[in-house]
């Protein structure tokens, strides 16, 4: 029976997070790459050690972590007062990253790191979520609908030669009343 742990993420955990940040990005988006370089270098940018230690220091950021029997497989990223051009609203969060690598994929560990990250924005008071998704990806578009998000924008994002079309979604949050 496979053991599936999901904490807080440390900047003990940069290094797990940095490898998992490069491999799932790879499995997911390296086929829409023209010039490898440009992933490369991207991944470089993106998931270096340094950058990933630099982000768990920041207040404004919050990691989990996911592991399947001791090995780290996934994790998602929350950045908390992220305001949206698409948002008229205070108190905006944004769920920067759910990466868990396709082997995982099959386990719900999406959904599970979600539920944590969803559960910590609702505590810190936050009235609504939002995230950027690759219009092409539409399994995480399923995954997201699925959650209660809903499509409110589009905007475009240069990675070195490549141009992408994300779509921007939000979901309301339900405050906890204590």
């Known amino acids: 029976m496979n053991t599936i742990k999901i904490r807080q993420a440390t900047k003990k955990d940069a290094k797990s997070i940095a490898l998992l940040g490069r491999t799932t990005f790879s499995e997911t988006f390296a086929h829409y790459f023209s010039y490898e370089q440009d992933l490369l270098d991207y991944l470089e940018a993106t998931f270096s050690l340094d950058k990933i230690e630099n982000s768990i220091d920041k ?20 950045k908390l007062n992220s305001a949206s051009e ?15 690598l396709k082997d995982f994929l099959s386990m719900k ?33 399923s995954f997201y609908n699925k959650s209660g ?10 990675i070195g030669r490549e141009n992408f079309r994300f779509f921007v979604m939000k979901k309301y949050l339900q405050i906890i009343e204590e």
């Open 59 to 78: 207040l404004n950021n919050k990691y989990w972590i996911a592991t399947v029997n001791n090995l780290p497989v996934g994790y998602a990223k929350l």
């Open 149 to 158: 998000f809903e499509k409110i924008g589009e905007h475009n994002f240069q």
């Open 86 to 100: 698409f948002i008229l609203a205070n108190q905006v969060c944004q769920l920067q990253k759910i990466y868990v």
């Open 109 to 141: 560990i999406g959904g599970e790191l979600q539920h944590y990250l969803l559960e910590e924005a609702k505590q810190l008071g936050f009235k609504n979520i939002w995230l950027s998704v690759l219009k092409e990806n539409t399994r995480a578009i």
